[in-house]
């Protein structure tokens, strides 16, 4: 394996327990630099990265803390003031510039997670910005209400403690098709639920699901973990701060 395909194959999320240990600025800048390398739509680069350096402040924002934290945000801003600043305007309301904004705003934060691990650092994607009140993380980090969006967080730092184990992924039949969509078969199916309860392939989210009573690490999953959250009547908060951004407003699809 050559040194990049080490450091995509040792990537981990350190679970909240960062040492005191700090990133170097020049560091910071290397991680920056490389994670805005990524490809974009159009050449737009539809994203902002707010750079958090105060513990306490990523503890509110997300409940986790490292040595630096970088929020990513899907956000057209920048690219809507530059237009009116020649005179011009720029439109993008609907779901399908929050779509290939996304997707630009996460290939950013891949990379800064992997330009990091390159310098040593560990890392952990965190979507506890999504948890409890959202609009705390707007007024935090004075985020634009319109055409912005904090889609995801990245701590940085260095573990207190090296996890035991890297975790698994599942690779074959269910995840990559090849030509064309493939349904696992039944057997495929129970080939999965095995390779689940495989103490070896570290592929869940915890090893106690069997002294909780449970006959397959999955039944844990679909009663205990996935039931966490239930489903409330109307919007959630999420939904309606979409609806404020702008970014849930009809499609004016170009023809
Ligand atoms: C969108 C997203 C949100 C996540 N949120 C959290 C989180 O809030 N807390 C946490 O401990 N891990 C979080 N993780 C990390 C995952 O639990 C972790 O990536 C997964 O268990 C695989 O482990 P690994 O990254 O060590 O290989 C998140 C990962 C992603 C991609």
């Known amino acids: 394996m ?5 450091t995509i194959h040792s990537l981990r999320s350190i679970h909240g ?3 005191s240990q700090e990133i170097t600025d020049e560091d910071l800048k290397l991680i920056l630099d490389a994670c805005v390398r990524a490809a974009n739509a159009s ?3 539809s994203y902002s990265i707010v750079v958090v350096e105060d513990r306490d402040l990523m503890k ?3 409940g986790y803390a ?3 934290a970088l929020v990513f945000c899907v956000d057209y801003n920048r690219i809507m003031d530059v237009a009116e600043h020649l005179g011009h305007r720029f439109s993008v309301d609907g779901v399908i510039p929050f779509v290939t904004g996304s997707t630009d705003t996460i290939l950013a934060a891949q ?3 992997i330009a990091a691990k390159a310098l040593g650092i560990d890392s952990l994607f965190t979507n506890g910005i999504h948890r409890g009140d959202i609009t705390r993380v707007y007024e ?3 985020l634009p209400e319109k055409y912005c969006f904090p889609l995801i967080m990245l701590v940085l730092g260095y573990p207190k403690k090296e996890p035991g184990y890297l975790k698994g992924r599942l690779r074959g039949p269910g995840v990559v098709h090849y030509g064309k969509y493939y349904r696992a078969t039944a057997d495929e199916l129970a080939t ?3 390779q689940y309860d495989d103490s070896e392939k570290h592929l869940g989210l915890n090893d106690t699901w069997k002294q909780k009573g449970f006959e397959h690490y999955l039944a844990w999953f679909y009663t205990v973990w996935s039931a966490r959250s239930g489903k409330k009547s109307g919007k959630s908060q999420m939904y309606e701060i979409l609806e404020r951004t702008g970014f849930l407003e009809s499609d004016s699809v170009k023809e």
């Open 66 to 68: 490292g040595s630096k």
């Open 2 to 6: 050559n040194e990049t395909l080490k």
């Open 17 to 19: 327990n960062f040492s």
């Open 43 to 45: 050449a737009r680069q």
């Open 140 to 142: 935090l980090l004075s």
């Open 111 to 113: 990379t800064a997670a």
């Open 60 to 62: 509110k924002l997300c």
């Open 192 to 194: 999965l639920v095995q």
